[in-house]
T-cell receptor
């Protein structure tokens, strides 16, 4: 069975600060995918990034960056120069590649990020 | 392009009634997923389909829950009879597997069972 742990239930920072959201995962499979989703107050789930288990390169997209480390089973997400619009619940998720198709996502409990002006 | 479409967006019903939630995946996607979100349990996978075939329904909580996908463009999640503990937001998602694995979510259906 898979498990995703987001130990930070809530984080509150002042605008323009950098913030890192932690994600630790557990799986016995060697081929898997990791994801981050954003859920703003409006409630929809917005896809942010996908990484596969064979690609440990860090990724940067604007103010967002992701650090994938298989050695520690972590997939952390950093927002640089945070903005009020970044306020949301962020979910880390894991999916196993079944060979024939996609598998369902196992989500962490989410981190509620509050950016104060 | 139209995203995943869910209906209704909100549903209020009384305990014991039948509830049917509907989902239209993104055109061309061949995998469809149903999730439920509650404060207590977070986001949990209920069932998913690949090419209209149910692959894993181990997340379906009870026999009161059933899901169908009669064709590539439509799926239903039915609860019969409904109970107050079924109150949650139900999300449908679709993806193009196995080439891409990111799942695109619909807006969700907020179900309240009184």
């Amino acid at each position: 069975a898979q498990k995703v742990t987001q130990a930070q239930t809530e984080i509150s920072v002042v605008e323009k600060e950098d913030v890192t959201l932690d994600c630790v995962y557990e799986t016995r499979d060697t081929t898997y995918y990791l994801f981050w989703y954003k859920q703003p107050p409006s409630g929809e789930l917005v896809f942010l990034i996908r990484r596969n288990s064979f690609d440990e390169q860090n990724e940067i997209s604007g103010r967002y960056s992701w650090n994938f480390q298989k050695s520690t089973s972590s997939f952390n997400f950093t927002i640089t120069a945070s903005q009020v619009v970044d306020s949301a619940v962020y979910f880390c998720a894991l999916s196993i590649y079944s060979g024939g198709g996609a598998d369902g996502l196992t989500f962490g409990k989410g981190t509620h990020l509050i950016i104060q002006p | 392009d139209a995203g995943v479409i869910q209906s209704p967006r909100h549903e209020v019903t009384e305990m014991g009634q039948e509830v049917t939630l509907r989902c239209k995946p993104i055109s061309g996607h061949n995998s469809l997923f149903w999730y439920r979100q509650t404060m207590m349990r977070g986001l949990e996978l209920l069932i998913y389909f690949n090419n209209n075939v149910p692959i894993d329904d181990s997340g379906m909580p009870e026999d009161r829950f059933s899901a169908k996908m009669p064709n590539a463009s439509f799926s239903t999640l039915k609860i019969q009879p409904s109970e107050p503990r079924d109150s949650a937001v139900y999300f449908c998602a679709s993806s193009l597997a196995p080439r891409d694995n990111e799942q695109f979510f619909g807006p969700g259906t907020r179900l309240t069972v009184l």
